[in-house]
């Protein structure tokens, strides 16, 4: 699903989700948790509003085995690592270009 379909659905996501969805526009593998570090860098680096989401992998939807691994390895780092951290961001076109900037 593309952002402009999950913004659709709802204004706020959390950032692994919009991490697949971005990864997903450009055909990009999304499950490599060290990419998201650097996506999530960039998006701080830009000043994109992020507020930090205490996210259980169950609540993120995360039925699938690669999901579920995925959150759960950024888990590991996330009390050190700012970038290993699951977000809120507001999903309007100044998000969106920061975020389709980093590919």
Same mark, same amino acid.
């Given at each position: 699903?593309? +952002? !402009?379909?999950?913004r659709q659905k709802v204004?706020?996501? *959390?950032? %692994? !989700? %919009?991490?697949?969805?971005?990864?997903?526009? /450009?055909?990009?593998?999304?499950?490599?948790?060290?990419?998201? /570090?650097?996506?999530?860098?960039? #998006? #701080?680096? *830009?000043? +994109?509003? +992020? /507020?930090?989401? *205490? +996210?259980?992998?169950?609540? &993120?939807?995360?039925?699938?085995?690669? /999901?579920?691994?995925?959150?759960?390895? #950024?888990?590991?780092?996330?009390?050190? !690592?700012?970038?290993?951290?699951? @977000?809120?961001?507001? #999903?309007? !076109?100044? &998000?969106?270009?920061?975020?389709?900037? @980093?590919?």
């Amino acid at each position: 699903m593309s +952002l !402009d379909e999950i913004r659709q659905k709802v204004i706020f996501h *959390n950032s %692994v !989700d %919009v991490w697949i969805s971005a990864c997903g526009e /450009k055909n990009k593998d999304w499950t490599n948790p060290e990419d998201y /570090k650097q996506f999530i860098a960039h #998006l #701080l680096k *830009n000043n +994109l509003n +992020l /507020k930090a989401f *205490n +996210l259980c992998t169950h609540e &993120a939807g995360a039925t699938e085995e690669e /999901k579920t691994k995925f959150t759960e390895i #950024l888990a590991e780092t996330k009390a050190t !690592d700012p970038n290993s951290q699951t @977000y809120t961001i507001k #999903l309007n !076109d100044s &998000a969106i270009g920061i975020i389709r900037s @980093y590919f």
